[in-house]
């Protein structure tokens, strides 16, 4: 796997991760707003921790990708040969 592929299976790993990470741990801002205040969503979440949701997506697409990354290379994971 170059260079370019590895990085593009990695961004797209990342970026599956990051999306399934994301909703866990959220809770949304239980109190009721007295008075509606413009531009705030009262559903959104007080606190979403995004820096620790960013380490765990890394953390996790980077032992996969490792996982997927040594399949390729010795060859257990071939594509083409299946295609053929």
Known sequence: MGITGSIIVYVLIWWIIF??????GIQSNKEKFKERIEGIDPGAPNNPKIAKKFLITTII???IFIVI????????LNLRKYLQ
């Open 69 to 76: 990354y040594y399949l390729v290379e010795f060859d257990l």
């Open 19 to 24: 999306f399934s990470v994301l909703p866990v």
């Open 61 to 63: 697409t980077s032992i």
